[in-house]
């Protein structure tokens, strides 16, 4: 059994929803990433998403293309993220953590390479933003032959067809975009979001995650009643990047800790 399919069937026995916080590997330092990455599962985060930097994001708002540039201006690649994960699982060897970028880094390494290279790290999701299942067949066949679950974004706008497709090649979970646009973009709209669950539920038996757009704890708590597991990625990055770095892993453990909290109330 997968880290993420324990993960999801722990929550599920006890009745609780997954909060998974999104971080920028890199950002604000390199240093930082690890004992970020600690602080969240401190807070109560099931699951880490770690953003691989990358120069031209297509799906990234202007607060996670910030974390991108100051992660590259320390000239962090896919090499390094790699390692960190390998330096976080030397004291945590149960926290589930999705890698979440582009193709080009990793066509650049290789599939075969990268997915054996993400098995030996501890890496146990990918989710590439320009990746879709139409055209991933190759690419994700290597993450599954090193037991690694390709993770696939759904928006509102997504038919049913394809809903099907990606229920047949995710593993994992499968990540509900729940704006139209880019990542901290616009306002939730819970009306919409829960009219297209269950939609989702028709094809997909995995857990759904749902994102873009939960900004605070009320957010939060609201969206867990109509899904499987929050994410949070521009409010936590927005800490980050209003944080001195003495005061960064503190505030944003006291962020996330927020976030547990309102998705625990009943």
Request: charged share 15%.
């Given at each position: 059994m997968s880290r993420i399919q324990a993960a999801f069937e722990k929550l599920k026995l006890h009745k609780r929803k997954a909060l998974i916080?999104?971080?920028?590997?890199?950002?604000?330092?390199?240093?930082?990433?690890?004992?970020l990455m600690h602080g969240l599962v401190e807070?109560?985060?099931?699951?880490?998403e770690l953003g691989v930097p990358f120069s031209d994001p297509m799906a990234d708002g202007p607060t996670i293309q910030r974390a991108s540039e100051r992660a590259l201006k320390h000239h962090v690649g896919l090499r390094d993220v790699l390692g960190m994960v390998e330096q976080f699982r030397s004291k945590d060897v149960t926290t589930p953590v999705v890698l979440m970028g582009y193709g080009n880094p990793i066509e650049a390494m290789g599939w075969e390479h990268f997915a054996k290279r993400c098995e030996e790290a501890g890496v146990d999701g990918v989710l590439t933003v320009d990746f879709p299942p139409e055209e991933s067949h190759e690419a994700f066949g290597h993450l599954q032959r090193h037991d690694i679950d390709p993770i696939f974004l759904l928006a509102p706008t997504t038919n049913d067809e394809r809903i099907e497709?990606?229920?047949?090649?995710?593993?994992?979970?499968?990540?509900?975009v729940s704006l139209k646009g880019v990542t901290g973009a616009g306002n939730l709209d819970l009306g919409d979001i829960e009219k297209k669950i269950p939609q989702l539920r028709k094809h997909i038996g995995l857990p759904i995650g749902v994102g873009f757009g939960i900004r605070d704890a009320a957010a939060a708590h609201a969206v867990s009643r109509l899904c499987d597991g929050v994410v949070v990625g521009s409010r936590i990055v927005q800490e980050i990047e209003d944080s001195n770095e003495?005061?960064?892993?503190a505030n944003v453990t006291r962020l996330v800790k927020e976030l547990r909290l309102a998705i625990d109330q009943d």
């Open positions: 916080p999104f971080i920028t590997a890199g950002d604000p330092n390199p240093q930082l990433t690890v004992p807070a109560g985060a099931d699951v880490i497709r990606v229920a047949k090649q995710a593993r994992g979970y499968v990540y509900y003495q005061q960064v892993v």
